[in-house]
């Protein structure tokens, strides 16, 4: 079992003689600043061969600031070292010249970087040399070239004509029997818009074509300059399902900045309130599978245990969505004993239902035929991909951020210990697997929510630098 | 009611968000498809005004920018009673609430 300190001194070691070090973001983490751009490849190599993969990247403009300088941050974590992984982030910093950002692309070798570099191409306009796909991905048909509204000299108010554009260059694949099936970007049910372009011969798809970011709301630029408080409501509605762990993000990140110490109740309670938020999107995902499926009695089983959970949310916080009970500092709302007795409720209604539909799922081999060895993610491929969640967790990856890299009260409490379900099938049906057995999960510990003590729920928690 | 799988069966559309700009061309073609008499229902504060989002480089605002709305129902997000209401409302079966 590697300790976060081993594996930071592995780093050091490595490194020493391309980049100097500070700590950060956390006291523990270590920020890894890179003399020359030019070393990023063989750097993210170094620590590749240390155990540590690809989180996530981040750009920041500071061209304003007396850095003058553009940032880029690779942000690394552990894919290795025991059970649970090392909580501690290893952040490669390179600074670019504002006037010509470019980095060489770490795609080729790291294709959870890919997305990161196209976005960041588009948004802050850094050249990444060497892009398998350079193909823009943010920005659609007609956006002016050259112009990147991350960007702090981009005008916030500018609202750009849109230009005369070719069409998409997607990928077509050819050849006896294939046929191009286009779908969406604005679909027949209720999903987010997006569209797809599936090859298919018979009922095999050779290759799927995504196309995203239709709903691209610049949510970035509209924060710029708020005050934490208000830029918080921004946050919370980044995702319609997601209000708590995006609006709790956001959070955690300005408590962090400011020094705020949150209260343990409110720590438990914004914990409830995620898993409660993971909860409803289990069932619900549940019953999604099973509309994919054709089966339409898993679809009406899942939306209703998907109901009766948002209108426990709707009692808890007045709030189908949960919006409003996390709050810069603490939470906003306090769980009554009443309320308590509806959430040891709404657990045992829910975990009775889930059981009665996978039961109906389990027996139903026209429905199990569809879900079996379907959209196959092998366990290497998600790996390398970055993947996160239940879909790595249904391709036999053992990582969870809830108990990886803990946060709100998931490490202090014992009773809040993450069951992590794993499924090494890497198909859809390994995925419904996972959603229920993290539902059982959920449910069997909701009945011990209501056993924390009730304390202080917030603490003043002031914009940064004001 | 009944949630269609093409345009061409509808008699109305529910935007539930903002105009975005890579949306925008396929918001216009989708009303369009629609056979007339339709209807256009602005669901949500994003949809009916902007929003939090607004106007941006990213954002037309509401869809009163791009098409004729016919009625807007408030709220982050509306509660299903109200959408409900709002549809009945576009089709002339309860009376709109001032």
Redesign the interface.
Same mark, same amino acid.
Request: proline letters at 8%; charged letters at 10%.
């Given at each position: 079992m590697a300790s976060p300190a081993a594996i930071l001194e592995g780093v050091r070691e490595r490194l020493a003689a391309v980049a100097s070090f500070e700590a950060g973001p956390r006291p523990d983490d270590l920020t890894v600043r890179l003399r020359r751009a030019g070393d990023l490849p063989a750097a993210a190599a170094a620590l590749g061969g240390a155990g540590l993969a690809l989180a996530t990247v981040a750009v920041t403009d500071d061209e304003a600031t007396p850095d003058r300088d553009l940032k880029v941050r690779y942000v690394f974590e552990p894919a290795a070292g025991g059970t649970p992984l090392p909580d501690v982030f290893v952040t490669l910093l390179v600074a670019l010249d504002p006037d010509r950002p470019e980095l060489p692309s770490l795609s080729a070798d790291l294709p959870a970087a890919s997305w990161h570099e196209r976005e960041a191409s588009d948004l802050f306009g850094v050249a990444f040399a060497g892009h398998p796909d350079p193909r823009p991905l943010v920005v659609h048909d007609g956006w002016p070239r050259g112009l990147h509204p991350l960007r702090k000299r981009f005008d916030a108010s500018a609202r750009p004509p849109v230009e005369p554009a070719e069409e998409f260059p997607h990928l077509v694949v050819e050849g006896e029997g294939v046929f191009e099936v286009p779908v969406g970007p604005i679909h027949a049910g209720i999903i987010e818009p997006g569209h797809f372009r599936f090859s298919t011969v018979g009922e095999s798809v050779l290759n799927l074509e995504p196309r995203l970011f239709y709903t691209h709301r610049g949510l970035e630029k509209r924060v710029e300059g708020l005050p934490v408080a208000d830029a918080f409501h921004v946050a919370e509605r980044t995702c319609g399902v997601c209000s708590v762990s995006h609006g709790l993000g956001f959070c955690e990140a300005a408590e962090q900045i400011a020094g705020v110490e949150v209260p343990r109740r409110a720590r438990v309670l914004r914990t409830i309130a995620l898993e409660l938020e993971r909860l409803y999107n289990h069932v619900g995902d549940v019953g999604n599978v099973a509309a994919g499926a054709s089966y339409h009695y898993g679809t009406s089983a899942g939306l209703r245990m998907k109901e009766a959970l948002q209108q426990l949310n709707d009692a808890l916080a007045g709030h189908r969505f949960l919006r409003g009970l996390v709050t810069p500092g603490g939470v906003r709302l306090d769980l009554t004993a009443e309320l308590a007795r509806a959430i040891e409720a709404a657990m045992a209604s829910t975990a009775e239902a889930l059981d009665s539909l996978v039961e109906r799922i389990e027996n139903n081999p026209t429905v199990t035929d569809r879900l079996d060895a379907t959209g196959l993610l092998p366990s290497e491929d998600a790996v390398a991909l970055g993947v996160t969640g239940v879909a790595a967790r249904a391709s036999g990856v053992d990582r969870d951020a809830r108990r990886d890299h803990p946060h709100a009260a998931y490490a202090s409490e014992r009773w809040l210990a993450v069951a992590v379900a794993i499924d090494g099938d890497g198909d859809v049906h390994a995925r419904v697997n996972v959603r229920a057995s993290s539902t059982r999960s959920t449910t069997r510990a909701g009945s011990a929510w209501t056993s924390s003590p009730r304390r202080a729920t917030r603490t003043a928690c002031s914009s940064p630098g004001r | 009611m009944d !949630? $269609?799988?093409?345009p061409r069966h509808a008699d109305g559309v529910l935007v539930t @968000?903002?105009v /975005? +700009?890579?949306?925008e061309a396929? $918001?216009r073609r /989708?009303w369009e498809a629609v056979p007339e008499p339709r209807v256009v229902i602005a669901v949500g504060a994003c949809a009916s005004s902007g929003g $939090? !989002? @607004? +106007?941006?480089?990213?954002?037309a605002g509401g869809v009163g920018e791009v098409l004729p709305v016919d009625v807007l129902v408030p709220g982050?997000?509306p +509660?299903p009673e109200a959408i409900i209401h709002g549809i009945l409302v576009a089709v002339g079966r309860v009376r709109p609430r001032r």
């Open positions: - | !949630v $269609v799988a093409s @968000g903002p /975005t +700009r890579n949306l396929a $918001v /989708t $939090v !989002v @607004g +106007r941006s480089y990213a954002s982050c997000p +509660r």
